[in-house]
């Protein structure tokens, strides 16, 4: 692992290192990181809310600090844990319709059906038959909010009127604080047999900084306040929950369902100035990617010029063959011993591998790996 890492560093001093020379992208897919075993039908339920332990958690005002005329009514609403709640179910259900892999249950339907359960029907079974496999539900586990007034002290050089010059602080601005804290759990079970297939948390952390005025210090000490914030109201949290959770339900739906991954690769140049391999370039920039690889190919076949073999590779891993891309790149690093066709190698052998595991989840065909649960934690905060 660490010398894959390594390997992606040195790639990317390759890529700013390399100016003008032409550069091939690799799309390929990426595993989901949980198996949920070819099941794609997915019941979304309503995220539950969070209720702050006691109460109202801010004071209705914050104080501007020292006097000063820049107090502000907080930002915090008190029916801020609802709309947080309402805002994760939607990315939720955004988040796992744009994977275009599910098959979605909405939460209307989702949370009428469960409902069912407390009248003595069986919801659950009534989503079976409707062809649905997997129960996503999920809560807003911990929530907090801070706001507060600091003030920074500018200074410059002041000369006075003997004509001394000191460093004094000739103006204080004043910035309110704002900062929100969420966690998110959720879970998918299976519905036939409720078996729990993900169980995580995610936790996030943003923080937001709005100047709300300036004092200006004269030479003989007395001040003046200028505000910079029009408004009496703080912004409200809303805005920056709403940022976390679009991060969080981002990191939901990689962990489960397969996505696409996209490497940058620069061609490597040709040192021989050979015109048959200057033609090869130029079909390359030109986007010609299935001509560029014959001539390259060919090259390399004739004269085994290295960089005619690794830019072979690289075609064909643009063209998305990336089993023959791994094949031609193992023959040239074979023949060649040359580090930099070997350091990709291992990047070609790992996107291979991650779309090869990728397709598998899409067909079904995973096998399972026996570690059952996956129970994750991520804290995601400075």
């Not at 989901?32 to 332990?53: C, K, M, N």
């Not at 496999?133 to 009127?161: A, K, P, W």
């Not at 029009?230 to 709403?242: C, E, I, Q, R």
């Not at 040239?332 to 779309?355: F, H, M, P, W």
Request: a negative charge; proline letters at 2%.
């Amino acid at each position: 692992m660490k010398r894959f890492v390594k390997v992606v560093l040195v790639f990317a001093l390759m890529v700013f290192l390399s100016g003008c020379a032409t550069t091939v992208k690799v799309r390929h897919l990426v595993p989901g990181e949980v198996d949920l075993g070819g099941e794609r039908s997915l019941a979304i339920a309503s995220t539950s809310s969070y209720r702050f332990p006691y109460g109202r958690p801010l004071s209705p005002w914050v104080s501007g600090l020292q006097g000063t005329d820049f107090t502000l009514s907080t930002g915090f609403e008190t029916n801020l844990s609802e709309r947080v709640a309402s805002l994760a179910t939607r990315k939720i259900v955004q988040a796992v319709s744009d994977t275009r892999y599910f098959s979605i249950l909405v939460p209307e339907a989702t949370d009428a059906y469960l409902s069912l359960s407390r009248t003595g029907k069986d919801g659950v079974r009534l989503m079976r038959e409707k062809g649905f496999d997997l129960l996503m539900s999920s809560e807003i586990s911990y929530m907090d909010v801070e706001e507060r007034v600091e003030g920074t002290d500018l200074r410059e050089f002041v000369t006075n009127s003997s004509g001394i010059s000191s460093e004094q602080v000739t103006k204080r601005e004043y910035y309110l604080i704002q900062e929100a804290t969420l966690g998110i759990s959720y879970t998918i079970t299976r519905l036939h047999d409720g078996g729990i297939l993900v169980r995580e948390t995610v936790t996030d952390k943003e923080e937001k900084r709005t100047k709300i005025g300036t004092r200006y210090y004269a030479e003989d000490g007395s001040y003046r306040d200028e505000r910079n914030y029009s408004s009496g109201l703080a912004p409200s949290f809303g805005t920056l929950f709403s940022q976390i959770i679009e991060r969080i339900t981002d990191k939901m739906v990689l962990n489960l369902a397969p996505s696409w991954e996209t490497e940058h690769f620069p061609l490597m140049k040709n040192k021989e100035k050979l015109a048959s391999a200057e033609i090869a370039h130029e079909f390359a920039k030109n986007g010609e990617y299935r001509r560029a690889y014959q001539q390259f190919l060919s090259i390399w076949q004739q004269s085994r010029q290295l960089s005619s073999g690794y830019n072979a590779s690289l075609m064909l891993a643009t063209l998305g063959e990336l089993h023959a891309s791994v094949d031609l790149m193992n023959e040239v690093y074979n023949s060649t011993g040359d580090e930099r066709v070997y350091d990709t190698l291992l990047i070609l052998q790992q996107a291979l591998s991650q779309d090869q595991l990728a397709q598998r989840q899409i067909s079904g065909d995973s096998v399972d790996d026996g570690q059952g649960v996956t129970m994750t934690q991520y804290m995601v905060m400075e």
